[in-house]
T-cell receptor, first 115, second 114 residues
Framework: EAGVAQSPRYKIIEKRQSVAFWCNPISGHATLYWYQQILGQGPKLLIQFQNNGVVDDSQLPKDRFSAERLKGVDSTLKIQPAKLEDSAVYLC?????????????FGPGTRLLVL | AQSVTQLDSQVPVFEEAPVELRCNYSSSVSVYLFWYVQYPNQGLQLLLKYLSGSTLVESINGFEAEFNKSQTSFHLRKPSVHISDTAEYFCAVSGGQGAQKLVFGQGTRLTINP
């Protein structure tokens, strides 16, 4: 079974530029998560989707971050414009369904450096 | 709201020595507890989890953790570590009926010296 795929693996941009990350969850997984992991900290949930609907985006900085999950499969996370403090690893995870305690499977992450 | 504190940011140990990685949590509701491991240049992987039942849970590679409700702790232990256990370990909590949101601790970097 293929795992969670993310691209790109690395991205370097200048502040005020825009960037987008892509995630393909494990086939059949209804729930998808985006986490931000700043160096030296644990991952922090940015947004959670159930199929193509948003379940929790309470910690998403909506003035600059946006995410979508069209057709309930792949997802894209965008930052526009980027700030220096957005430098982090962006992790995508998926699980089979909400309502139970399904294991979350994580992708390898996208490492973003904002200069 | 839940929170997790991992008391040690780095733990160096010698190969074949025992190790304990400490994790404390706070929550106003019943919790479910997890340990994730992140090997160098890899994604997070679930190591073990406590949902209900026996307070002692084990992983397939010799780690175990014990849920202690009175001390609000979920410490991770292994009686004899191997070089391959070098990784960063994250404790996480999820709370409430059907809640899936994971709140992670800051992580503990385990370094095994030969």
């Amino acid at each position: 079974e293929a795992g969670v795929a993310q691209s790109p693996r690395y991205k370097i941009i200048e502040k005020r530029q825009s960037v987008a990350f892509w995630c393909n969850p494990i086939s059949g997984h209804a729930t998808l998560y985006w986490y931000q992991q700043i160096l030296g900290q644990g991952p922090k949930l940015l947004i959670q989707f159930q199929n193509n609907g948003v379940v929790d985006d309470s910690q998403l900085p909506k003035d600059r971050f946006s995410a979508e999950r069209l057709k309930g499969v792949d997802s894209t996370l965008k930052i526009q414009p980027a700030k220096l403090e957005d430098s982090a690893v962006y992790l995508c995870a998926s699980s089979q369904q909400r309502g139970g305690l399904e294991t979350q499977y994580f992708g390898p992450g996208t490492r973003l450096l904002v200069l | 709201a839940q929170s997790v504190t991992q008391l040690d940011s780095q733990v160096p140990v010698f190969e074949e020595a025992p190790v304990e990685l400490r994790c404390n949590y706070s929550s106003s509701v019943s919790v479910y507890l997890f340990w994730y491991v992140q090997y160098p240049n890899q994604g997070l992987q679930l190591l073990l989890k406590y949902l209900s039942g026996s307070t002692l849970v084990e992983s397939i590679n010799g780690f175990e953790a014990e849920f202690n409700k009175s001390q609000t702790s979920f410490h991770l232990r292994k009686p004899s570590v191997h070089i391959s256990d070098t990784a960063e370990y994250f404790c996480a909590v999820s709370g409430g009926q059907g809640a899936q949101k994971l709140v992670f601790g800051q992580g503990t970097r385990l370094t095994i010296n030969p």
